[in-house]
């Protein structure tokens, strides 16, 4: 059986790989680098996710995925287990971390609640007067390219872009075409070239990483905040969230931008996403930066990623539209395609995410 995916970022690496453990001969098509895109934009979250139901089956199905896999990946690939705390600004929000408490505690994640006093002393460089936090130490990061180059090590890649699919063939920018059995459109943003229907919106995203400041920073953190901006989906915003890595230098963001279609950095937007982490940690501002970058990720209406049989055809499948957790919830992602391939149940359920769904969200 032969296989063909388009898209070399961490999606399309995770189903390559699934797809030749399953036996299949696996091509993947890409004009840019393995792990570019949305892949090198990302932050490298290995999170479990509480929006809804189906993002907390998701997310925790594939963190199972990537503690059992992480023993098998290289150093390159940067896992680091450094949990995650959520950090609440006061009273309203601390009602939020007592609430995730709640949920994920009932649902066998490990979770602690911090008050003010254990927060300052888990993170010091965080400004003094916070209400507290909510760890979740099964959560990490990693070094998401690197991570996707070890998952194509023995898969064929081509440097191409498939311009036109049919059932069975994809066609490539070179004029040569492909035939496969199986066709599994993973390259984000760029499915609606092949889907114009399809509800993705490309999101603009700032990352800036620092020097070298081992010890610095011991969690990743993200203000309870950020899940008011991350519900929005047409206003740009800024939140609080910065990631240590493996390197010891600290990546920090978060920014949203819907409408955005120039790739530069917007200079305003950079400044407003630093702000914001200056106000939760005011140390960061006498750190040294070292590179500052965008990337777009395709979001769908209801922070669901599109996985499945794409309408109208009986070879092609889609695996799109994860957002800011592509990362995250890659593995999942792969290991519901290829239950379905297989024609076998899977271990969650997959009709939360089929394309052709219902996209309103709450």
Known sequence: MRAVIIGAGIVGAACAYELQREGFQVTVCDPGVIGGGATAAGMGHLAVMDDSPAQFALTSYSQALWRELAEELPPTAEILPCGSLWIAADAEEMAEVHRKFAYY????????????????????????????????????????????????????????????????????????????????????????????????????????????????????????????????????????????????????????????????????????????????????????SIRTWTGFRAATPDKLPVIGHAPGYSTVYLATGHEGLGISTSLATAKLLADQLMNRESRIPREPYLPGRSYSHD
Not at 119 to 127: K, S, V
Not at 206 to 235: C, F, M, N, V
């Open 105 to 288: 505690s009932e649902r066998g994640i490990p979770v602690e609640v911090l008050d003010s006093q254990q927060l300052a002393e888990a993170e010091p460089h965080l400004r003094p007067g916070m209400a507290g936090g909510l760890l979740m130490s099964a959560d990490g990061v990693c070094y998401p390219p690197c991570a996707a180059e070890w998952l194509l090590r023995s898969v064929s890649v081509i440097r191409a872009r498939v311009v036109r699919l049919a059932e069975g063939e994809v066609t490539l920018d070179r004029g040569s075409r492909l035939e496969a059995d199986v066709i599994i459109v993973a390259n984000g943003t760029a499915a609606v070239d092949l889907f114009p229907d399809l509800p993705l919106a490309p999101r603009k995203g700032h990352l800036l990483i620092t020097d070298r400041y081992p010890g610095w920073l011991r969690h990743q953190l993200i203000e309870l905040g950020y899940l008011k901006s991350a519900h929005s989906t047409t206003a740009d915003s800024v939140a609080f969230n910065a990631q240590p890595r493996a390197t010891g230098q600290i990546l920090i963001g978060s920014s949203r931008q819907f409408g955005a279609v120039n790739g530069e950095i917007d200079p305003p937007m950079l400044a407003r996403m630093l702000q914001r982490a200056f106000e939760y940690m005011p140390g960061l501002a006498q750190l040294a």
